[in-house]
């Protein structure tokens, strides 16, 4: 009996070692009954206390690193505003960069319309149509150029004008085809437009209308406001100061062009000490173009130029005598004609007049052809004459 006794206490725990936690729940029951508290829910209470002492600690969150890098050893901070001070530079010296741009050159400015190129075609716009006779009128075109003239098309421009007489290439773009025609004044404003950098001028040309002339009845039909395109300058004659002691010039027609061209610029050149004169046909006395202009030349250089005008009808008068450039008037225009100065014949007008004079220079040819008419049979040599 007594070992049956020992076996049920060791099965129920109350041997030593399992009698302390008993004796301990008792000893709590006893405590929180005298506090009033059941004996359930203390048991609860211990059983969760003792379940948060055992439990592992929860891990602390890892500081995040500083966003700002740690200045190295040595270096200097930079005092507040920097950076404020460099962008402030940066845009003074930008503003400073953009406004010597604007004053010296132009490249802040659109591109140039209307600018003559001897390499190209461009267009112009006609300004005014002011009639010379029944059949021939002055064409006023624009052209502009940059404020500052160190591109490529201005330094052709100058480079060709500053050899000699020159014409521009006018074309008629419904037909794709061209005809030459020689300026009778050029003339560039100084005035620069502040918003387009450009200064504005113009081109004069003399045109006659011809029945069968496609080119110059596309130019007579052209309103003002349109544009044609051009293409120039082309050097027609090469002129140099001093190399003719003087020059003699056969003109009909419009033909008298080239020959205004060139006694404007050798007059307009106090260098120039070269002498003009002027043999000029027209069919009437109202037939004569640029008279005023002329007229006005020869009273202001009378030592200089000598003009002649001959009609083929009317009672002359006034300076006009009724005759054609035929043998003896071309005779009595040379007379003085000297090959040792440099003396030298020019002459363009009329396919007519041409045949008479010197013969017609080939058309669509930069040569001349053979010397024909009045001046071989006065011994002229080819050399000592040009056709345009």
């Known amino acids: 009996m007594y070992r049956l006794g020992r076996g ?30 059941p004996a359930a829910k203390a048991a609860a209470t211990s059983a969760t206390a003792n379940s948060e002492t055992t439990k592992p600690p929860a891990p602390q969150p890892t500081p995040e690193p500083s966003q700002e890098p740690e200045p190295k050893p040595g270096a200097k901070e930079r005092p507040p505003g920097t950076y404020m001070i460099w962008a402030m530079e940066v845009i003074g010296g930008t503003a400073a960069l953009l406004y010597y741009l604007h004053l010296h050159t132009d490249v802040l400015k659109p591109a140039v319309d209307s600018r003559l190129s001897p390499t190209a075609y461009t267009a112009h716009k006609l ?135 060139l006694i404007e610029r050798v007059l307009g050149d106090p260098r120039d000490r070269t002498s003009l004169s002027l043999l000029y046909g027209s069919p009437a006395e109202e037939d004569i173009i640029m008279r005023g202009r002329l007229d006005e030349l020869v009273e202001k250089y009378p030592g200089r130029l000598s003009v002649e005008y001959l009609v083929e009808r009317g009672a002359g008068g006034r300076g006009v005598r009724v005759g054609v450039p035929g043998r003896s008037e071309v005779a009595r225009l040379v007379e003085g004609f000297d090959r040792a100065k440099g003396d030298v014949v020019l002459v363009c007008g009329p396919d007519a007049m041409m045949r008479e004079v010197c013969g017609v220079r080939p058309v669509g040819s930069a040569g001349q052809g053979p010397l024909q008419g009045v001046l071989r049979d006065l011994g002229f040599a080819p050399a000592s004459v040009f056709k345009f």
Not at 12 to 21: E, F, I, R, Y
Not at 154 to 180: C, F, S
Request: no cysteine; net charge positive.
């Open 8 to 37: 049920i206490q060791t099965a129920l725990g109350a041997g030593p070692t399992a009698n302390a936690p008993r004796k301990a729940l008792f000893s709590l029951h006893a405590a929180r009954r005298s506090q009033g508290i």
């Open 127 to 261: 300004l005014s149509v002011t009639p010379l006779t029944g059949d021939t009128s002055l064409f006023r075109f624009e052209i502009k150029r940059p404020r500052f003239d160190g591109a490529e098309p201005e330094t052709l421009v100058d480079a060709v004008r500053a050899q000699g007489v020159w014409a521009v290439d006018v074309k008629d773009h419904l037909v794709q085809t061209y005809r030459t025609y020689t300026p009778v004044e050029y003339h560039m404003d100084e005035e620069v437009d502040e918003l387009t950098g450009a200064r504005t001028g113009h081109v004069d040309l003399a045109v006659k209308r011809y029945p069968r002339g496609s080119l110059s009845r596309f130019i007579h039909g052209t309103r003002v406001g349109d544009s044609v395109e051009m293409r120039g300058p082309v050097l027609s004659w090469p002129y140099r100061e001093g190399a003719h002691g003087r020059v003699y010039m056969v003109a009909g027609g419009t033909g008298v062009a080239p020959m205004v061209q």
